[in-house]
């Protein structure tokens, strides 16, 4: 299959690459009890072991196609299917059929690469066989690496219903927090404040340099004193095609023997179906003091409100492409390059893939 044979698009329907790593829950959702959760159009059923590995199993039974995520764990690591009680190990075949001796050959479901990073869990959608973790990005270099000096933070899981193209540019163009997110996030400059773009292979990072006074929601925001003169970087690092980073760097020239704070915002982007997708958020700072109990509560309520707008704005665009299709305007400004980067990039993926097919 050419390249050529890839289905064109309009936005907001830009193919997910398959064969990519992509954040599919937090540690401590997946336990015992089965779960399910949709993940790039596949319903998938989530459990451990009894050593504590996750599994991922497509979420159905081979027999009469039964959600497996309805049953119940059996004995061993094996999850059990509630219509016949056909038993399914971690590679998702079936090791019992309680009806019969024999096993047949095709009774088995999709098992799915897992691996767990932090308090992540990962999950590899394509070929099993070019599942490589190294792919992953390294944890270590936005904070949630072991005894790197940050206290980290894991926050929730926001579902949005448009695509994950639509919250990928969201996040790197971030001249939208002076207008959208008024007053929490800046002084009211960084929409005017020039950004360059890189680009490293499937790697994009846009930065922006400024001096601005922190005050209000924006100084609260951060953990910073009322007033407080900075020089700041605000870096939107996104590894295509399921992981975002915001840094901000703050400096004090008034005070220049203060240490710089740095604070790390990863976002784990996951389509759901190719009109929605899952948002896994948290944080790592390494300055202040880790908020616990009610005040990390507090403050993972009030970054769960800030984040409702971008849900708002993302679903508002979904809703809008998909009641024009093709014939949806789609003009772009230069802060909007870093988007239209990115969907090159995840359609020469996509193109990558089909050619593999």
């Known amino acids: 299959m050419s390249r050529d044979a890839v289905q064109p698009y309009y936005p907001g329907t830009l193919p997910a690459p398959r064969n990519a790593w992509y954040v599919c829950a937090f540690s401590d959702e997946v336990g015992e009890r089965p779960m399910s959760r949709r993940i790039l159009g596949d319903r998938i059923v989530f459990y451990r072991t009894e050593a504590g590995d996750p599994v991922a199993l497509a979420d159905y ?17 094996r999850i059990q299917c509630i219509y016949h009680g056909m038993e399914f190990g971690p590679d998702g075949h ?35 066989d070019a599942a490589d ?22 926050r929730f ?17 971030v001249s939208h927090i002076t207008f959208l997110h008024e007053g929490m996030f800046d002084s009211g400059t960084i929409a005017e404040t020039p950004a360059t773009t890189e680009i490293d292979g499937n790697v994009i990072t846009m930065t922006r340099r400024l001096t601005e006074t922190v005050s209000g929601p924006y100084a609260r925001q951060f ?12 870096i939107a690092k996104t590894f295509i095609p399921a992981l975002n980073i915001n840094t901000n760097i703050f400096e004090f020239p008034d005070d220049p023997e203060r240490p710089a704070c740095t ?11 190719e009109r929605s997708c899952h948002y896994f958020t948290a944080s790592a700072s390494d300055y202040g003091v880790r908020p616990e109990g009610e005040a990390l509560e507090a403050q993972n309520r009030n970054v ?25 305007p789609d003009a772009s400004v230069r802060a909007d390059e870093a988007a239209v980067r990115f969907r090159r990039i995840v359609m020469r993926m996509a193109a990558d893939e089909a050619a593999e097919a």
């Not at 899981?157 to 163009?173: A, P």
């Open 263 to 273: 604070r790390h915002a990863p976002f784990g982007i996951t389509p759901e179906t």
């Open 223 to 234: 953990g910073l004193e009322e007033g407080t003169r900075v020089n700041r970087q605000l």
């Open 304 to 328: 769960w409100n800030v984040f409702l707008t971008d849900k708002l704005a993302i679903e508002s665009i979904q809703q809008s492409y998909d009641e024009m299709g093709a014939a949806t």
């Open 94 to 128: 079936c090791r019992r059929v309680p009806s019969q001796k024999a096993v047949p050959r095709a009774m088995a479901t999709r098992s799915y690469p897992l691996a767990e990073r932090w308090r992540w869990i990962w999950i590899w959608m394509g070929d099993p």
């Open 133 to 154: 973790e190294s792919l992953i990005p390294d944890h270590s270099t936005f904070g949630l690496g072991e005894d790197d000096g940050f206290y980290k933070i894991q």
């Open 61 to 77: 039974c081979p027999h009469r196609a039964v959600a497996l995520s309805h049953g119940k764990r059996v004995e061993g690591d």
């Open 157 to 173: 899981r926001m579902d949005i219903g448009g695509s994950f193209q639509l919250l990928h540019e969201n996040l790197l163009d």
